[in-house]
């Protein structure tokens, strides 16, 4: 494909994103391209980094998630971010979560060195207007982006889905090729937006089955996961659990809430530790940049 027309692809890709984000960004296809190759520099880089936890996933595909959640500790609702968040929050929060300090290390390394993207602002100065760009670090996006490339690491089949889309209304999976594949509509720049109406995408869905689809009846946790300055919103976290209940059974409503969790970063990452007198750290990664 010649130069211009990748430049269109991907400037049409990066407008559907900054649309549904709200995010007025720069629009050349210079610096489109770059985001592109730095988000592919990013994959690749996961990939290194979480390259004994892939191999170590790859060998235990035949094993179920909830054999990994016996050994987790749980979140640390002893923090509070904000308000009451840890008391309201609090049985999302110890929810035990398989594959924690995978989950960890990836949402770390999000939060030390995100994709950036520019946003240009104005602004009035005596009477004239005044354009400035600022940098945007979008956290979520490049802890979804690196769950996806493990996932595809691994044909697929990791018990990590990065915000699979659910139907809100039947509750069904939009599945991908293969099935074990979530279906995306965004692109190869951004795969997770636009999402058509009426769809939920929880951030991290753990799978009780690898080797099957990530149905609602295949969920072991549906994770929300909160960066530092994005607040836990109770109907979200409604939505999910209504998401996850199941139609029949014995107490569906107990089932339902009980595959909800929620991972806030750095908080409830693994190796977390608070320190009184000044902010909360990551042990091993408080000096990383």
């Known amino acids: 494909m010649p130069l211009p027309a990748i430049a269109r692809v991907i400037d049409a890709a990066y407008r559907a994103y900054r649309a549904n984000q709200a995010i007025e960004n720069t629009r050349t296809a210079a610096e489109l391209a770059q985001l592109a ?127 699979p889309n659910y139907n809100s209304s039947s509750h069904k999976a939009l599945l991908g090729d293969p099935a074990t594949r979530p279906k995306r509509f965004g692109s190869a720049v951004q795969p997770f937006w636009p999402r058509p109406k009426g769809l939920l995408a929880p951030d991290l869905v753990v799978v009780e089955y690898r080797q099957e689809p990530f149905e609602t009846e295949n969920v072991f946790a549906a994770v929300e996961i909160k960066f530092p300055q994005d607040w836990v919103k109770d109907e979200q976290m409604k939505a999910y659990v209504k998401l996850m209940t199941p139609r029949t059974g014995v107490n569906p409503n107990k089932v339902g809430k009980e595959k909800v969790a929620l991972l806030r970063v750095p908080q409830d990452c693994t190796d977390f530790e608070m320190d009184t007198k000044h902010k909360p750290t990551s042990r091993g990664n408080k000096n990383r940049r």
């Open 37 to 163: 190759s730095e988000i592919a520099e990013r994959k690749a880089n996961i990939k290194r980094v979480l390259h004994t936890t892939i191999e170590t996933m790859a060998r235990e595909i035949e094993v179920k998630s909830s054999t990994f959640a016996v050994v987790d500790p749980g979140g640390n609702s002893t923090v509070s971010r904000r308000g009451n968040e840890n008391v309201i929050f609090k049985e999302y929060i110890e929810r035990k979560v398989p594959f924690r300090p995978a989950i960890s290390q990836v949402c770390l390394v999000s939060l030390q060195m995100p994709i950036k993207v520019p946003r240009r602002i104005r602004k009035k100065v005596a009477g004239d207007t005044v354009y400035s760009t600022i940098e945007i670090a979008l956290k979520q996006f490049t802890a979804s982006l690196f769950f996806e490339a493990v996932d595809e690491a691994l044909q697929w089949r990791s018990p990590l889905k990065s915000e």
